[in-house]
């Protein structure tokens, strides 16, 4: 919605025009500071003006000022109730500026902003029921406020609606690490998948992915387009896993080298031997580098599907790579496993169809929350459990084979 869009059609008188044509004219040029003079020139004149409120919500987000957006909002809201894609705009607003940095329910200054946005939300999906992201919103807001039952049920309306499903798939059964709510989410996955036996998963080609030329920096490795392929954050889950699978001493497999957090780990557990499959040039690169210098590792240049029918079986597996989906290989993995064997891995959104992959397998299950000291403010925090005192974990899914 752009800064001169209308909301409503009332009538105005000239100053007030003339401020809101002013305001219009000064965004337009990048004059923010301008713009919002005007804007509010016409606000304080006609304190009903829908349209100043609304240019100056979308000015305030331009400069970072979300409160106050959302302020804005809620006037506009509260004057122009009937206008579905203000309801949108306002709850996006809260998805983008106020859910991903949610702490506790006593941090927001008005916790029924939370609840303004779902009912915002509902407004746009009543005047148009096909808005698939709206429904998506209200899960992820549901889900902020703990509310994981009614969050799954909100995903699950998402799935109804035609469309590229991949990243409502993936929010999908996403709170099978909160308290009493895991058996809800498994059927919430049988239902949607239901719908969509032939979903596949992530649509990234794996291909592309090996051709990506990646950023290596101290904390993270990033594709092209910034997306987080591993971060330093991650290494208490990490040292854990290295913990779990090391447990039989013996032969341990790692698929995904990433930053070498891991396989350092597994080095300090004085294994038999420590083989790694990685299929991504740059790393391989960087993971020979790395064992220069150590005893007893075997690199394996391969995608983990050409690679396995040549090495194994283990009394540890850890498995992270950002390519391709992991069902198959979650299949291929009692295989894989000596007697006695552990296999473990950690994905921040919960693929419920990795676990109900390996249903009938010949492993047994358990999940254990990984606790976490500090948290960073990321893309994949508010998907951790947060206890009542405030403590953040993660969910690692152990799988022995019996």
């Known amino acids: 919605m752009c800064l001169n869009e209308k909301p409503t059609m009332r009538k105005k008188n000239k100053s007030v025009m003339k401020n809101l044509r002013m305001g219009a004219l000064h965004a337009e040029a990048g004059r923010l500071g301008s713009a919002e003079a005007s804007f509010s020139m016409a606000a304080t004149e006609d304190p009903t003006c829908s349209e100043a409120h609304f240019n100056l919500a979308v000015l305030f987000l331009e400069n970072g000022r ?17 206008i579905f894609s203000v309801h949108k705009e306002f709850g996006d607003t809260i998805i983008d500026y106020e859910v991903p940095y949610f702490n506790s329910k006593t941090e927001f200054k008005n916790m029924s902003t939370l609840n303004s946005a779902i009912a915002s939300y509902r407004e746009a999906i009543d005047a148009i029921p096909i808005l698939r992201e709206c429904h998506r919103n209200i899960g992820e807001i549901l889900m902020t406020k703990g509310q994981y039952s009614e969050a799954d049920t909100a995903f699950a309306e998402a799935t109804k609606i035609p469309g590229d499903l991949q990243e409502v798939f993936q929010n999908v059964g996403a709170t099978i690490h909160c308290p009493g709510n895991l ?18 998963g992530d649509e990234i080609s794996e291909q592309s992915y090996l051709e990506t030329d990646l950023t290596f920096t101290d904390n993270e490795i990033l594709l ?21 699978i090391t447990i039989n001493g013996g032969d341990v497999l790692n698929v995904g080298f990433g930053m070498a957090i891991i396989d350092t780990a597994i080095q300090a557990h004085g294994v038999s031997t420590h083989t790694i499959i990685e299929a991504h040039p740059q790393v391989v690169r960087r993971a020979r580098a790395w064992a220069r210098d150590k005893n007893g590792i075997n690199i394996v240049a391969k995608r983990w599907q050409d690679a396995i029918g040549d090495t194994g079986p283990f009394d540890g597996i850890y498995f ?11 299949l291929e993995s009692p295989n894989l496993l000596k007697k006695g064997g552990v296999f473990t891995f950690f994905q921040m959104m919960v693929q419920f169809e990795n676990m109900e992959a390996m249903a009938n397998t010949e492993l ?6 990984m606790p ?22 993660a969910p690692l899914l152990i799988y022995r084979k019996i």
């Open 320 to 330: 992270d790579t950002l390519m391709p989906p992991m069902i198959p290989f979650l």
């Open 364 to 369: 047994n299950f358990v999940l254990e929350r």
């Open 372 to 393: 976490f000291e500090t948290v960073e403010k990321n893309r994949y925090y508010r998907l951790l459990e947060k206890d009542s005192s405030g403590h953040y974990s």
């Open 66 to 82: 979300a409160d106050q957006a959302i302020e804005q909002f809620l006037k506009v809201i509260s004057l122009s109730p009937d």
């Open 183 to 200: 058996d809800n989410a498994i059927s919430m996955h049988r239902t949607v998948m239901s719908r969509a036996p032939d979903y596949e």
């Open 224 to 244: 092209p387009d910034g997306f987080e392929v591993m971060m330093e954050w991650e290494r208490p889950i990490m040292e854990r896993s290295a913990e779990i």
